[in-house]
């Protein structure tokens, strides 16, 4: 089991940046696929963006080219800094650690994200 905790979120206005992190408990971080996943109200989950363990990165695309993920393996911590943001980004973000081909069963509490002018 992992447990995840998600931070950064807050009010920006439109076009401003934001960068969330995601630290995530015990050893198997660095092994670990991690995701960004969002949730706006009255929609589904969706996928934003992937890193594996070896540093290869996905992105949804309508994130391509203003979101960045990242991970620091020492710390434990997955990063997303987001830029040019939109209205339309507005949600609950999440977190979780898997595997290449799957998400895991465990996500954070999640961080809200507004975009409101």
């Known amino acids: 089991q992992v447990q995840l905790v998600e931070s950064g979120g807050g009010l920006v206005q439109p076009g401003g940046s934001l960068k969330l992190s995601c630290t995530a408990s015990?050893?198997?971080?660095?092994?670990?696929?991690m995701r960004w996943y969002r949730q706006a109200p009255g929609k589904e989950r969706e996928w934003v963006a992937g890193i594996t363990a070896g540093g290869s990165i996905t992105y949804a695309e309508f994130v391509k080219g203003r979101f960045a993920i990242s991970r620091d393996n020492a710390k434990n911590t997955m990063y997303l800094q987001m830029d040019s943001l939109k209205p339309e980004d507005s949600a609950v973000y999440y977190c979780?650690?898997?595997?290449?081909?799957?998400?895991?069963?465990?996500w954070g509490q999640g961080t809200q994200v507004t975009v409101s002018s």
């Open positions: 015990g050893d198997a971080f660095k092994v670990r696929t």
């Open positions: 979780n650690a898997g595997s290449v081909i799957r998400p895991g069963k465990d």
